[in-house]
Nanobody, 129 residues
Framework: QVQLVESGGGSVQSGGSLRLSCAAS????????MGWFRQAPGKEREGVAV???????SYADSVKGRFTISQDNAKNTQYLQMNSLKPEGAAMYYC???????????????????????WGKGDLVTISS
């Protein structure tokens, strides 16, 4: 049984920073892809960032240059450093882990969530203007 547990969420002012963590546990847990997703009330889920086991990353255009995804494989933990937070970034943030897909001659982690097999319960981020 794989479990993902997020932490680090909370309330911050616009322009501030937060770092989310996601601790993974489970027998022989070694996913190729991990990522962060968010969903605000009344909106569709958005793939924020993904990272593969080699450290290659992909970000949503809305967070490029402000968010950084990273991982500590020895600790089975991934992180999302969020800087220059904007009010529209307020949402429930979920971490996820899963597989890569074969596209254009190579294997890639995707941000649509379709290949994520495990999900955390979410951590709330609120941003005041």
């Amino acid at each position: 049984q794989v479990q993902l547990v997020e932490s680090g969420g909370g309330s911050v002012q616009s322009g501030g920073s937060l770092r989310l963590s996601c601790a993974a546990s489970g027998h022989t847990f070694s996913p190729h892809c991990m990522g962060w997703f968010r969903q605000a009330p009344g909106k569709e889920r958005e793939g924020v960032a993904v990272i593969d086991s080699d450290g290659s990353t992909s970000y949503a255009d809305s967070v490029k240059g402000r968010f950084t995804i990273s991982q500590d494989n020895a600790k089975n933990t991934q992180y999302l450093q969020m800087n220059s937070l904007k009010p529209e970034g307020a949402a429930m943030y979920y971490c996820a882990a899963g597989r890569s897909g074969y596209y254009s001659g190579g294997y890639y982690c995707v941000r649509d969530g379709s290949l994520m097999d495990y999900w955390g319960k979410g951590d709330l981020v609120t941003i005041s203007s």
